[in-house]
């Protein structure tokens, strides 16, 4: 499940995810598909891992990341992505950025809200992608 920042227009210089999943029906995993306890993060947009983890007890993510020098990022570009492993068949389950993600330029919130993404799982393969948007930011 690749997670994306839609920008537009916008600067983004930091970013704080936290993300939701039903822990009785997804795992996050490595890439030998064991349970993991970080997602792979994208560092070509925003260079600078500040925390990484995954919970697969809580079914709780948590991935900051931002960039120190250089021009920050705008546009859609993705920041991580997530290795899901199926544990059950289900019709869906939501994966979902809780109320405390934020997206930031300047120090400034420009963050104008995430879409969920809904995972339905059958034998064979996961593919997904839940995209962050921001808005302008307020202070110019």
């Known amino acids: 499940?690749?997670?994306m920042v839609d920008a537009g227009a916008q600067q983004v210089d930091t970013i704080e995810?936290?993300?939701?999943?039903?822990?009785a029906k997804l795992q996050v995993v490595?890439?030998?598909?064991?349970?993991?306890?970080t997602i792979v993060a994208d560092?070509?947009?925003?260079?600078i891992?500040?925390?990484n983890t995954a919970d697969n007890a809580t079914g709780e993510i948590?991935?900051?990341?931002?960039q120190l020098s250089g021009t920050p990022p705008?546009?859609?570009f993705r920041v991580a992505s997530i290795p899901f492993k199926a544990l059950n068949e289900s019709a869906g389950t939501t994966v979902?950025?809780?109320s405390d993600s934020d997206v930031f330029y300047s120090g400034s919130s420009v963050y104008g809200g995430g879409n969920s993404s809904t995972v339905v799982v059958q034998a064979g393969c996961l593919t997904g992608q839940v995209v962050l948007q921001s808005h302008p930011n307020p202070a110019g």
């Open 1 to 3: 499940l690749d997670v």
């Open 17 to 23: 995810l936290h993300i939701d999943f039903d822990p």
């Open 74 to 76: 705008s546009g859609l």
């Open 43 to 47: 560092l070509t947009s925003l260079s």
């Open 62 to 66: 948590s991935y900051d990341a931002g």
């Open 30 to 37: 490595d890439g030998s598909g064991n349970p993991a306890s």
């Open 49 to 51: 891992e500040l925390l």
């Open 96 to 98: 979902s950025y809780l």
